[in-house]
């Protein structure tokens, strides 16, 4: 089993950086595809980034392409998020997710991974 906590949410204005950490517990043999989502209020949790195993893929939606990059701690199950020009309708709370093997990452793009975290809020002022 592998708990995941995500940290670094905060209240930011428009056009500020925030960078999201998710350290996860559990066996560290394993190999996981890690990613981010988001749920805005009143919407569906949706797809934000998403790093294999290796490190070597990566996707992104398109509503965040050129302003996220994703990247991966390899010696801990840890996945960063780091955002910059952020905007108001980044707002959301964002959850940190976890998929087993490291050929997963449609599937986990899809919003079908192994493990949640509990989410971080991310709240941007215009």
């Known amino acids: 089993q592998v708990q995941l906590a995500e940290s670094g949410g905060a209240l930011v204005q428009a056009g500020g950086s925030l960078r999201l950490s998710c350290t996860g517990s559990?066996?560290?043999?394993?190999?996981?595809?890690m990613g981010w989502f988001r749920q805005a209020p009143g919407k569906e949790r949706e797809f934000v980034a998403a790093i294999s195993w290796s490190g070597i893929m990566t996707e992104y939606a398109d509503s965040v392409k050129g302003r996220v990059t994703i990247s991966k701690d390899d010696a801990k199950i840890t996945v960063y998020l780091q955002m910059i020009n952020l905007k108001p309708a980044d707002t959301a709370v964002y959850y940190c997710?976890?998929?087993?093997?490291?050929?997963?990452?449609?599937?986990?793009?899809?919003?079908?991974?192994?493990?949640w975290g509990q989410g971080t809020q991310v709240t941007v002022s215009s």
């Open positions: 559990g066996p560290t043999d394993r190999r996981y595809t």
């Open positions: 997710a976890a998929a087993l093997g490291s050929l997963v990452i449609e599937r986990l793009a899809r919003g079908e991974p192994d493990y």
